[in-house]
């Protein structure tokens, strides 16, 4: 499933391309023919991501809320519209391109109430401006499930997903099963100050890189990491193979009901 940087690009693009514009929607697969119908010929006054949920916003009050799942996928180029092919949810034109979405959890035209019932019941969102970590803190330090799976609850941290829960630990030195109220409010906020970091990157370059500048291939003289996730990472999706640090195996286990990565050295138990 994208994490939440993918969302924040997503919102990015459809903005660039879109914003300002009356546009054309419909729904060539027909699932999505009635939402289609409210927004089609109105303008799209501006994008949002919160978490791994995107909107857009159209004149007259009306959003458009898309949650991709595991398998939905956007793409878009520019006009003439191509003929569509397969399973097509939703397609967008506007002025100079077009827009297709496949494969969506959510495709969804939502009132301002239920739009906001949404965010309602999202934690906070490390790439939004209005976050903030102590709310979120407020979650975290009065629980007693393990940091792993509170990083990966989106009531308590939006947008953050199996990598970079995996990740942020590894860097934080925390094994994953620490309780949330093993851990003071500073040690948090030096948690998600590092999280917000590594995504804000992830924002710009579009895929999810975590090691620190001294762990990078060039440094190491070592080959880049061949995944089809891409990005170099410390623990995640390396079972076996020796941290970049100590040079202990990387462990493998499931927490939560996730894939879960760890160094028992350099994340010991405390």
């Given at each position: 499933m ?7 690009r ?17 729904s ?16 799209l ?12 916003h ?31 949810r ?10 297709e ?10 009132s301002?109430?239920?739009v ?59 094994a ?6 093993a851990?003071?409010?500073?040690q ?55 941290c ?18 760890w ?8």
């Amino acid at each position: 499933m994208p994490e939440g940087h993918t969302i924040h690009r997503l919102a990015a693009r459809h903005r660039e391309l879109f914003a300002g514009q009356v546009v054309d929607v419909d729904s060539p697969q027909g699932r999505f023919a009635d939402g289609a119908g409210l927004v089609s010929g109105r303008r799209l006054e501006d994008t949002e991501a919160y978490g791994k949920h995107l909107f857009h916003h159209f004149a007259g009050e009306l959003s458009l809320h898309i949650h991709l799942g595991l398998y939905g996928k956007f793409a878009d180029g520019e006009l003439p519209v191509p003929a569509p092919v397969g399973q097509l949810r939703m397609r967008m034109s506007g002025d100079a391109h077009w827009l297709e979405l496949r494969g969506s959890t959510a495709c969804e035209v939502l009132s301002p109430v239920e739009v906001d019932a949404i965010r309602v019941r999202l934690g906070q969102d490390p790439l939004r401006d209005d976050a903030d970590a102590l709310t979120a803190y407020r979650k975290v330090g009065s629980s007693s499930k393990a940091l792993f799976a509170l990083l990966l609850d989106q009531t308590v941290v939006a947008g953050c997903g199996l990598i970079y829960a995996n990740e942020v630990l590894f860097r934080a030195g925390l094994a994953p099963a620490t309780p949330g109220r093993a851990i003071g409010a500073a040690q948090w906020v030096e948690i998600w100050d590092d999280l917000r970091a590594l995504m804000k990157e992830g924002v710009v370059r579009g895929r999810i890189d975590t090691v620190h500048t001294a762990h990078t291939p060039e440094a190491m003289r070592r080959a880049p990491r061949i995944d089809r996730h891409g990005g170099e990472v410390y623990v995640y999706r390396r079972p076996g193979q020796p941290c970049l640090v100590c040079g202990s195996p990387i462990l493998r286990g499931e927490m939560a009901g996730r894939n879960l990565y760890w160094c028992a050295t350099c994340q010991k138990d405390r």
